[in-house]
């Protein structure tokens, strides 16, 4: 059994580690309310791209013979886009985009289609690294405070892979920001422009996420009846839709990564704020349990010297 002193020792060790995880839990608070502001600033723009793209999309008769904007004519080899962060210490964040990222390229790999990682943030380049997987493109050393700069170099990067021909699909896997207390693992196809999820969003009247699209709620999005199963709506394009479309895309793609770069930021925050007022709160019950210890132990020792004072009295009789 361990002795007073010792366990004297793990209680004064223990409040240590708890003086760091309150410190971060407080330094992550002040930092997720910097990034909800980012968030809230941010998605009324990606919101209003999604919607000009799916309307300019379903506008366009056909879909304009640029390299970004063709489609391949088979899909052999499919790019991931893991985002993570620099740090750890934040409960499950990292680990649920590792985990999901690495069980969709089994997947993709038992189809028979090769994959080509790329992964924003330290966690995923190791974690890729460490599972010997060869990685295309590694972005790190940002994640706390994500520049739209960032998010034109992953962008680039992609498209550049995807009109070289060295992926034919782009998919992004991130986590989601809801509140503080919940994260939401998020799979969103990128490109090619007809399998990604703003067209396919075209089908709902909001976003994906819940959110009406305020044109169509009251009606200034309405539908020519005359336009036949195309849809066309009746919006007055200069110039022509496919040239929008062609201007269009690039800023979707680099929005997209921006808006999930900002969504992980504020996610890890929210995560790591949770997992330190976890840990400070797991800090108090193991002290208490310590100190109960340590009482015991004390009055164990008090017992056996008032048993030896009795012992040697006895004797001197």
């Known amino acids: 059994m361990a002795s007073q002193k010792d366990i004297k020792g793990r209680i004064a060790s223990v409040k240590n580690i708890q003086k760091i995880t309150r410190a971060m839990e407080m330094v992550a608070a002040a930092r997720l309310r910097r990034a909800e502001q980012r968030i809230a600033a941010l998605r009324p723009y990606a919101d209003a791209i999604r919607r000009m793209t799916r309307r300019v999309a379903e506008a366009t008769g056909s879909i304009p013979s640029l390299p970004i904007l063709s489609e391949h004519g088979s899909t052999e080899r499919v790019g991931l886009l893991l985002v993570t962060a620099d740090r750890g210490l934040a409960g499950a964040f990292n680990s649920q985009v590792i985990r999901a990222g690495n069980r969709h390229g089994r997947e993709l790999r038992a189809e028979g289609l090769d994959v080509a990682w790329y992964a924003s943030g330290r966690r995923g380049v190791s974690s890729l690294n460490f599972r010997g997987l060869e990685v295309s493109g590694a972005y790190t050393g940002f994640t706390d405070r994500p520049a739209y700069a960032d998010a034109r170099e992953i962008a680039g990067d992609l498209a550049t892979a995807y009109v070289d021909g060295r992926v034919d699909r782009v998919e992004i896997f991130y986590n989601g920001y809801v509140s503080a207390m919940n994260q939401e693992l998020r799979h969103e196809t990128l490109l090619?422009?007809?399998?990604a999820d703003v067209i396919d969003a075209a089908t709902s009247p909001g976003d994906g996420?819940?959110?009406?699209?305020?044109?169509?709620e009251d009606g200034r999005d309405a539908v020519d009846a005359g336009a036949g199963s195309h849809g066309r709506t009746l919006w007055i394009y200069e110039p022509e839709p496919e040239e929008i479309l062609a201007r269009l895309v690039p800023d979707y793609v680099e929005i997209s990564i921006y808006r999930a770069l900002l969504e992980s930021t504020a996610?890890?925050?929210g995560a790591r704020m949770t997992a330190m007022r976890s840990a400070s709160e797991n800090a108090t019950t193991l002290i208490g349990d310590l100190t109960l210890a340590a009482n015991r132990e004390r009055q164990a020792e008090i017992t056996q010297e008032i048993m030896e004072v009795v012992a040697g009295a006895e004797g001197l009789r």
């Open 192 to 195: 090619p422009l007809r399998h």
């Open 209 to 216: 996420r819940g959110s009406p699209d305020p044109a169509t």
């Open 267 to 269: 996610s890890e925050h």
